[in-house]
């Protein structure tokens, strides 16, 4: 089980600035859509540290915005332009690791 967590740190961060990219999301709805997407459910522990360091690396930037339920303000997160340029980065590193690492766990055979 340490591996899987092991392994669900090292991409939520780009996960995360998928979501963001979708659509701004305050940190509870973060969680929500991480977990409609099949990732398990995942703590406020693990969520916010991601959150500020994106913020740090001028990937993310935050907004309060009144609750659309008439609650208190809730602190909106928004991609940045660097967060845009990053997550295309993600996607296309992701899409050249993941293919063939799923390839070899499957067991297929290289060609040549």
């Given at each position: 089980?340490?591996?899987?967590?092991?392994?669900?740190?090292?991409?939520?961060?780009?996960?995360?600035?998928?979501?963001?990219?979708?659509?701004?999301?305050?940190?509870?709805?973060?969680?929500?859509?991480?977990?409609?997407?099949?990732?398990?459910?995942?703590?406020?522990g693990t969520i916010y540290p991601i959150l500020l360091r994106l913020q740090k690396q001028k990937l993310?930037?935050?907004?309060?915005?009144?609750?659309?339920?008439g609650g208190p303000k809730r602190k909106y997160y928004f991609l940045t332009d660097e967060g845009k340029?990053?997550?295309?980065?993600?996607?296309?590193?992701?899409?050249?690791?993941?293919?063939?690492?799923?390839?070899?766990?499957?067991?297929?055979?290289?060609?040549?």
């Amino acid at each position: 089980m340490a591996i899987r967590s092991q392994l669900l740190k090292g991409v939520l961060p780009a996960c995360i600035l998928a979501v963001i990219d979708r659509q701004p999301v305050y940190g509870y709805e973060l969680a929500q859509k991480l977990e409609e997407s099949g990732l398990p459910e995942i703590s406020d522990g693990t969520i916010y540290p991601i959150l500020l360091r994106l913020q740090k690396q001028k990937l993310v930037y935050s907004e309060m915005r009144p609750s659309e339920s008439g609650g208190p303000k809730r602190k909106y997160y928004f991609l940045t332009d660097e967060g845009k340029n990053e997550l295309m980065q993600m996607q296309t590193e992701w899409g050249a690791l993941a293919n063939p690492v799923s390839s070899m766990l499957k067991g297929d055979q290289p060609n040549g």
